[in-house]
């Protein structure tokens, strides 16, 4: 009499019955990061450590409290993230009809808009507590004001007026503001200048960026400067901003908050990105050499800011 064995099955786990469903979560992962527009969370975090850092030099600070500071940067960088991903929603139209935005997740129908909305929802509101109760109130009221004016105030209105780009500018002023007063509860004449600083850099990046996409921008029905007021009236208020850029970036050294290193420092690059922004070249020609110097010009004036 024979007995027969029967060899057990096994079960490959990553067999090729799991591999899609990785794929699909691998993914949608993906698309909801593009959702945070990661290349701004970059610069959200650097500012806002850059306003951190100068907030405890200037107070004297001596420690660092790195719990502290970890989670006003967490708290801030999930409010930008949300107001992006609300931003797509918002936008997910006019994304379809613009070359660099069409392949987003959005316009490309690879996330439905619910799934937009929910995520920048989440990200962007449920922030707020957290800065309110383990950083300070006023962090988190200023992120909430950023976070509503500029998805509900700025986004809208891109439609309607070339000026909304100013607008726009006093949300993405926010981040050295908000590791500001993160660190002060307060937000005082230095805070102010750390805004300005931002607010007015934003203004001549984005007139370059509107003038070599002026028709992408036209054909999506968004108002920009160049195509309602042309491309000197554009070049005029570039320079215009990129001055006034200069003397806020100057003023941390009236206000004792920086010294002779960043002064000149700071007096150079003002020099080079205001010559840019006057040249008389092609228009496009010189929106490129304006925005490219823009990319430069900020990252230098924070590690002369640190230094």
């Given at each position: 009499m024979t007995t027969s064995m029967t060899t057990p099955t096994r079960v490959e786990l990553g067999g090729p019955g799991l591999e899609p469903a990785r794929r699909a979560f691998v993914d949608v992962a993906r698309d909801l990061l593009q959702l945070t527009k990661p290349r701004i969370t970059v610069l959200v975090v650097l500012t806002g450590l850059g306003g951190t850092w100068l907030a405890r030099r200037t107070h004297?600070?001596?420690?660092?409290?790195?719990?502290?500071?970890?989670?006003a940067m967490f708290g801030v960088v999930l409010v930008v993230s949300g107001a992006?991903?609300?931003?797509?929603?918002?936008?997910?139209?006019?994304?379809?009809?613009?070359?660099?935005?069409?392949?987003?997740?959005?316009?490309?129908?690879?996330l439905s808009p619910t799934v937009a909305l929910v995520f920048g929802m989440v990200l962007g509101f449920g922030s707020l507590p957290l800065l309110w109760y383990r950083v300070n109130e006023l962090t988190a009221l200023l992120a909430a004001f950023s976070l509503v004016s500029y998805v509900w105030i700025y986004t809208p209105l891109k439609r309607v007026t070339p000026w909304a780009v100013a607008i726009g500018a006093v949300p993405g002023a926010m981040p050295p503001l908000l590791g500001w007063t993160a660190v002060t509860g307060s937000i005082g004449r230095a805070g102010v200048a750390l805004f300005a600083v931002l607010f007015f850099w934003q203004l001549p990046h984005f007139l370059a960026i509107s003038t070599f996409r002026e028709g992408e921008y036209t054909r999506?029905?968004?108002?920009?400067?160049?195509a309602v007021h042309g491309d000197r009236v554009t070049r005029a208020y570039a320079s215009f901003f990129t001055l006034l850029l200069i003397a806020?970036?100057?003023?941390?050294?009236?206000?004792?908050?920086?010294?002779?290193?960043?002064?000149?420092?700071?007096?150079?690059?003002?020099?080079?990105?205001?010559?840019?922004?006057?040249?008389?070249?092609?228009?496009?020609a010189w929106a490129r050499t304006l925005f490219v110097t823009s990319l430069v010009y900020l990252p230098a004036l924070i590690v002369a800011m640190l230094l």
């Amino acid at each position: 009499m024979t007995t027969s064995m029967t060899t057990p099955t096994r079960v490959e786990l990553g067999g090729p019955g799991l591999e899609p469903a990785r794929r699909a979560f691998v993914d949608v992962a993906r698309d909801l990061l593009q959702l945070t527009k990661p290349r701004i969370t970059v610069l959200v975090v650097l500012t806002g450590l850059g306003g951190t850092w100068l907030a405890r030099r200037t107070h004297a600070v001596s420690a660092i409290d790195w719990q502290r500071t970890a989670i006003a940067m967490f708290g801030v960088v999930l409010v930008v993230s949300g107001a992006s991903a609300l931003n797509m929603y918002v936008e997910r139209d006019i994304d379809g009809l613009m070359a660099r935005t069409q392949d987003r997740p959005l316009p490309a129908q690879r996330l439905s808009p619910t799934v937009a909305l929910v995520f920048g929802m989440v990200l962007g509101f449920g922030s707020l507590p957290l800065l309110w109760y383990r950083v300070n109130e006023l962090t988190a009221l200023l992120a909430a004001f950023s976070l509503v004016s500029y998805v509900w105030i700025y986004t809208p209105l891109k439609r309607v007026t070339p000026w909304a780009v100013a607008i726009g500018a006093v949300p993405g002023a926010m981040p050295p503001l908000l590791g500001w007063t993160a660190v002060t509860g307060s937000i005082g004449r230095a805070g102010v200048a750390l805004f300005a600083v931002l607010f007015f850099w934003q203004l001549p990046h984005f007139l370059a960026i509107s003038t070599f996409r002026e028709g992408e921008y036209t054909r999506a029905g968004i108002k920009v400067m160049p195509a309602v007021h042309g491309d000197r009236v554009t070049r005029a208020y570039a320079s215009f901003f990129t001055l006034l850029l200069i003397a806020a970036s100057l003023s941390l050294v009236g206000l004792g908050v920086e010294g002779a290193f960043y002064k000149w420092s700071a007096s150079l690059l003002g020099a080079v990105f205001f010559v840019m922004s006057a040249r008389r070249h092609d228009s496009i020609a010189w929106a490129r050499t304006l925005f490219v110097t823009s990319l430069v010009y900020l990252p230098a004036l924070i590690v002369a800011m640190l230094l």
